[in-house]
């Protein structure tokens, strides 16, 4: 499983995530809020993504980001929402960076 080894906000519009294998992941605020799996985000049937990019304030940032036990955070934001809960398995496969995109993009990444 993957943990985080430190977790900070970088320059006011991103979280920064430095993980245990040495991986370093920067999350945008915006790009976190549309990432958000919880039943208002995403439809738990049909998995049909209810948050759009529009809807997304420009200037929208975490107010609060709390562990949730060991294996993820719960992120409220600005803009109201606090429902989201970002496990660390799914923060590290949504990772922005190149590398990690073209992983994702080239393979499932079957995992436990
Ligand atoms: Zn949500
Ligand atoms: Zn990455």
Redesign the pocket.
Known sequence: MDIPSEIAPVENRAVRILWQDGHESLYPYAYLREN???????HEWTGEKL?TKDRIPPDIRPVSVTAVGNYAVSIRFSDG?G??VYSFDLLKRICPCTACRAVASSSSRARA
């Open positions: 958000c799996g919880c039943a208002e985000c995403i948050i929402h429902t989201g």
